[in-house]
């Protein structure tokens, strides 16, 4: 079964410092995202891709954030200077109209 | 301003029970809305979904009760296992929007 997927699975950082989060979605679906979580928090959406640009994007997507559609497979999820407050688990999922699937997330911690 | 709401934020049933999840929402513009699982460390997973033009939609123990009139739907496992435990977000969306996700129910189903 197609599956969307994350990687790494795990990333430790320094305050300041620029992650990217890679993503694998799955080949026929248009629509990309990201999501986050805070842990104990709810599911928190940042932003959705589709086109080649993005479509729409939250409050919390600020100029520090940038996604990215580089190759035609891949999906990225650019922090410039990580903050404290960035650690979450991120979630990237894709879809094809309404069924979003999602990856198994990447673990940012931010120290 | 949350959109989509989950009241209960955990739920403990009995195995063989059924466990009732109810989820409630304020945008009218609406028109799909999905019911995903979620294991600790692990991206949420699709579970069920409605069209707004349904009332009910069943797939295996799991069925989803619209009422677009209260602006409620419930998921509904029957009978409720042991692998349900997890947390399950509501979610809704208008055409062509991003997914909107409530805060979460945390199911515990007791051996």
């Known amino acids: 079964e197609p599956e969307v997927t994350q990687t790494p699975s795990h990333q430790v950082t320094q305050m300041g410092q620029e992650v990217i989060l890679r993503c694998v979605p799955i080949s026929n679906h248009l629509y990309f995202y990201w999501y986050r979580q805070i842990l104990g928090q709810k599911v928190e959406f940042l932003v959705s891709?589709?086109?080649?640009?993005?479509?729409?994007k939250s409050e919390i997507f600020d100029d520090q954030f940038s996604v990215e559609r580089p190759d035609g497979s891949n999906f990225t999820l650019k922090i410039r200077s990580t903050k404290l407050e960035d650690s979450a688990m991120y979630f990237c999922?894709?879809?094809?109209?309404?069924?979003?699937?999602f990856g198994s997330g990447t673990q940012l911690s931010v120290l | 301003d949350q959109q989509v709401k989950q009241n209960s934020p955990s739920l403990s049933v009995q195995e063989g029970r059924i466990s009732i999840l109810n989820c409630d929402y304020t945008n009218s513009m609406f028109d799909y809305f999905l019911w995903y699982k979620k294991y600790p460390a692990e991206g949420p997973t699709f579970l069920i979904s409605?069209?707004?033009?349904?009332d009910k939609n069943e797939d295996g123990r799991f069925t989803v009760f619209l009422n677009k009139s209260a602006k409620h739907l419930s998921l509904h496992i029957v009978p409720s296992q042991p692998g349900d435990s997890a947390v399950y977000f509501c979610a809704a969306k208008t055409s062509y929007d991003k997914v909107i996700f409530g805060p979460g129910t945390s199911l515990s189903v007791i051996p």
């Open positions: 891709f589709y086109n080649n640009e993005i479509s729409e």
């Open positions: 409605i069209s707004s033009i349904k």
């Open positions: 999922a894709s879809s094809d109209w309404a069924k979003l699937f």
